[in-house]
Each structure stands twice: as C-alpha cells, then as structure tokens.
C-alpha cells in the first residue's frame, strides 16, 4: 500500500483478554518498529525486525508482550491477558533499510483496557 | 541524565513568529529524525538528518554533529503548526532503534 496500515484503529477489551494488533508496513520496507504511547506521555521502542535477522525484543515490557513478521511483510503484536496499564496507542513503522532512512509510521492503533 | 534532551516543553507563538525547538544529545548519532505528533496521534517524519541543514517549506532542521546539538526551525508560524515536535536519534552502531526526546507542545495562536 501506499503507507503504513495498522488495524484495527481502535479497539476496547476486556481486561484479562488477548489482543493482536496488526501493521502492514511499506511494501519493500525491510525494517518494521513498535512504539508504544500512553496518554501523555513519550514514545515507547517496543520491538524492531530487519528482515530475517533475529528481531530486537528489547523494548517489550513483560512477556505477555510478544511480535511475530512474516519475511518482510505483515506484523502482528499480542498482548495477552490485557491489564489496564496496557491502554495506549501502538504505533507501527517502517523504512527502506534501517533507522537512517525516512521513516514512516501508521496512524496507530488504540486500545482500551476496561 | 537522558540521552535525548528536548526544549523548551511547552511552547506558545502567536502567528508569524519565527520558531526554534532544540535537541541536545549525550551519544554518538549516525542520524537524527525530526517527527511531527498531531493531537490525533499520527505521526509524521519531517526530516532526516545526518549533517548540515535541510529546508521543506517553511521548516528548517539544522544538525551539529560536534556540538551534539540540532535544531528545527519554523517561519512564519502558523496554527497549523501546532503540533509535538519530537527529535529521535539512532546510536552510532545500532540502526535497530530509535531513542526518542520527550517532545515540544508547540501551540500557535492566531
């Protein structure tokens, strides 16, 4: 596509729920990021996947956090057993090769703990 | 102290004014980005900086690598200006992340 897709835009779950979010990123673009935003605060590094190398999970914050890319095209990110601290926009990216090229984010996903 | 300093925080203008937004860093960078947050949360990329200056229409991000400093400039601000301004960086040897500064609440009256 033209841009970053992320689905769904919007989304209330229950607590103690699973939930996957999904980014299609730029078509050709081998790097995909993760960002996540709570309200007011700061972006978030989540994780990063470069092409087939093994993906940088550094930023994920507990281990009911976890991404999956399929080569070098959609990504998907679950959180399972959702907790209210988990409310927050996710934004997806992606660039050419790395970080050093332009990069392009989607217009995010917001979810809603409840 | 953070890698990544923004200022100022908060900033107010009145349409017209010329706009400086500074970003002061701690590491080595082998690029810096310049992104633009509307109230909705979208994200846009301004520019992308490794040297020098670079100029889009009424912006202008400058970059000195020495001084670990860069700078985005805004003239003839407008309210559709307002917007966070956010800098991120990526460290010298790791392309795999960016480090973000904590972002300038720009406001623009008319």
């Known amino acids: 596509g033209a841009g970053v897709s992320q689905s769904p835009s919007n989304k209330v779950t229950e607590k103690g729920k699973d939930v996957e979010l999904r980014c299609d990123p730029i078509?050709?673009?081998?790097?995909l990021y993760w960002y996540r935003q709570r309200l007011g605060q700061g972006l978030e590094f989540l994780i990063y996947f470069q092409g087939n190398s093994a993906p940088d999970k550094s930023g994920l914050p507990s281990d009911r956090f976890s991404a999956e890319r399929t080569g070098e095209s959609v990504s998907t990110l679950t959180i399972q057993r959702t907790q209210q601290e988990d409310s927050a926009v996710y934004l997806c990216?992606?660039?050419?090769?790395?970080?050093?090229?332009?990069?392009?984010f989607g217009e995010g996903s917001w979810l809603t703990v409840v | 102290k953070n890698e990544v300093e923004q200022s100022p925080q908060n900033l107010t203008a009145q349409e017209g004014e010329f706009i400086t937004i500074n970003c002061s860093y701690s590491?080595?960078?082998?690029?810096l980005h310049w992104l633009q947050q509307h109230p909705g949360g979208g994200i846009v990329s301004l520019f992308m900086?490794?040297?020098g200056k670079k100029k889009h229409g009424r912006l202008i991000a400058t970059i000195n690598i020495q001084e670990k400093h860069s700078s985005l400039h805004i003239t003839a601000s407008h309210p559709r200006d307002s917007a966070v301004y956010i800098c991120?960086?990526?460290?010298?040897?790791?392309?795999?992340?960016?480090?973000f500064g904590s972002g300038t609440q720009l406001t623009v009256l008319p």
């Open positions: 991120a960086l990526i460290s010298s040897g790791s392309a795999r992340q960016l480090t």
């Open positions: 990216a992606s660039s050419l090769v790395t970080a050093g090229n332009t990069i392009y």
């Open positions: 900086l490794s040297s």
């Open positions: 590491v080595g960078i082998s690029a």
């Open positions: 078509s050709g673009h081998t790097a």
